[in-house]
């Protein structure tokens, strides 16, 4: 029978203890759930469902291991790990994608519309003030992978100009697809509203420095759902506090949770929010792993398969 190590803290095995075994089943694989506690023999373990807050950091014990199948999108925990010679699989499935969408909609829609002007304001005085349409708005979105594709399709369908920018150059319907140094001076030069869906990788960190930051119009809005560090913090607040940025919404940061000192949280143009742009829905993740079960035990081809040469 397969043997499949769920390496988790509890609080994530509680989610997944009901919806795994049954997602199993009905992928008709036959397979043996155990956690790390009760892991005695790691040679004759075949999966291991990995969550990056688990406490497993080598896997050279593994040594009949056929795949590493992570339970989160973002793999630069584990991708660079060089004790795992196994395929490593990434999460993809539409809870992270509906989630991201609707995530990343929402506060592009809150700057477009200007909407905190009148949140904010109860000063009983009469401030019209008329967005544009979103026809007429800029928006760019780096990185056009699993998330990044649906959300600028998302913004195309609000009618939204929209711009991508990616590692290989794309061609969507709808979206000005760019890639390169200058494809990314292009995107940027143009961005009313940046969102940063990339990876966190050797390439991309530090990504958004001061340089970059002021290649946006000024006054653009900054929305990171990606990676803390694809931004420098230091720069993003120089660039807040004269004005090149208008306003910055930040899911993710360098150190998490974000340290109750950091200048965000005190700073009147930056949203934290904490890390919950998208997570990772037991209810429709455990199929993608029960899939991915189903796949390695028929010699199939694995789903959402990690570039860790490209390091996502
Ligand atoms: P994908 O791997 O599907 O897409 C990554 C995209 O980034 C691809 O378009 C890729 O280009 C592009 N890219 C990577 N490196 C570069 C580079 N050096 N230059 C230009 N483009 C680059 O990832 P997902 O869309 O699934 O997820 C993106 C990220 O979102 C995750 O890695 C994670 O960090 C973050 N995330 C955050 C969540 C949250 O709750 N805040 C939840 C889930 C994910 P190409 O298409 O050419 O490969």
């Known amino acids: 029978m397969t043997l499949v190590l769920f390496s988790a803290p509890d609080s994530v095995w509680d989610e997944y203890r009901d919806v795994l075994p049954r997602a199993i089943a009905r992928a008709g694989v036959e397979a043996r759930i155990i956690r790390d506690d009760a892991l005695t023999d790691p040679t004759e373990v075949d999966y291991i469902v990995y969550a990056p807050s688990s406490r497993l950091k080598d896997f050279t014990p593994f040594t009949r291991l056929k795949a590493v199948l992570n339970l989160w ?16 699989a990434r999460m993809v499935d539409y809870g992270l994608t509906e989630g991201m969408v609707e995530w990343c909609v929402g506060h592009t829609l809150r700057h477009h519309l200007g909407m905190d002007q009148d949140i904010r304001r109860n000063d009983a005085e009469w401030h019209p003030h008329v967005p544009p349409l979103a026809r007429w708005r800029n928006i760019t979105v780096l990185g056009l992978g699993a998330l990044g594709e649906a959300v600028a399709r998302a913004l195309v369908d609000l009618n939204f100009r929209v711009t991508g920018w990616s590692r290989r150059q794309k061609d969507i319907g709808g979206i000005c697809c760019l890639s390169g140094d200058d494809g990314l001076r292009e995107a940027l030069s143009s961005a009313e509203i940046l969102i940063l869906l990339l990876p966190l990788t050797d390439n991309t960190r530090d990504l958004m420095d001061r340089n ?17 560090p694809l931004i420098v913090d230091e720069d993003l607040i120089d660039a807040l506090d004269s004005g090149q940025i208008a306003h910055a919404t930040l899911d993710v940061f360098r150190t998490e949770p974000l340290p109750p000192e950091h200048p965000f949280w005190a700073h ?11 997570d990772t829905r037991p209810q429709s993740a455990a199929d993608v792993v029960a ?22």
């Open 212 to 228: 970059r930051l002021a290649l946006l119009p000024k006054g653009a809005c900054v929305i990171n759902p990606g990676r803390g």
């Open 268 to 278: 009147d143009g930056v949203t934290v929010t904490p890390h919950i742009a998208s």
């Open 291 to 312: 899939e991915n079960l189903r796949r390695g035990e028929t010699g199939e081809p694995f789903l959402h398969l990690v570039d860790r040469s490209a390091g996502y």
């Open 73 to 88: 999108a973002g793999v630069e925990a584990i991708a660079p790990n060089p004790t795992l010679k196994a395929p490593l």
